[in-house]
């Protein structure tokens, strides 16, 4: 199954060492059914934060992927631009990641990958878990929006009246595969009712409109 623009339906997710590791898991939980193949890269903070905030071994989030990559391994597919994807999304992601982004200066996988997927001008979305921000985060967050960068904190919808935290991080995570044309079939849509079940299109236009 191809995107129309032709490229394969293929995501990158990082999960970099913040708070929030829960939306990386429900990613790659998500993209699975939708048959879209996971490349994976988590960090090291990543691996401590998922022994605090869950259950589940790093092992067990990695056989979620249809690949998995060492955060040293800086010479996988996905370090490359000639490796086409639809872009990545790194859930949650810290201000130290944000920060390798927005200058440049990669010191692993995962920064690396974020980096390429700006280069190639492919979609990177940053769930971004800090706050409050001062003002050198707040430069950092502007640069990597003029380069292209969508930043998207996973901020609750509370008119989707959710009933527990898995429907916050239901909708977070669908609002993000919306960005890339993926409907996770478990986002609660302003004006309509119920659970939206047609799939989005690529750049969040109106597949009735016109």
Known sequence: MSTPEGLPERLIVGISGASGVIYGIRLLETLKSLRVETHLVITKAAEMTLAYETELKTAQVRALAERSYAIADVGAAIASGSFATLGMVVAPCSIRSMSEIATGVTSNLLT????????????????????????????????????????????PAFYARPESVDDIVD?????????????SGKVTRWGETGRGRVRALPGGADPKAG
Do not use: C, W, Y
């Not at 979305?125 to 930043?151: C, D, F, K, Q, Y």
């Open 171 to 183: 909708q977070s995570v669908g609002r993000v595969l919306d960005l890339f044309g993926l409907d």
């Open 112 to 155: 690396r990958a974020a980096d390429v997927t700006l280069k190639e001008r492919r979609r990177l979305v940053l769930m971004l878990r800090e706050t409050p921000l001062h003002s050198g985060h707040l430069r950092n967050l502007l640069a990597l929006s003029e380069m292209g960068a969508v930043i998207a904190p996973p901020v």
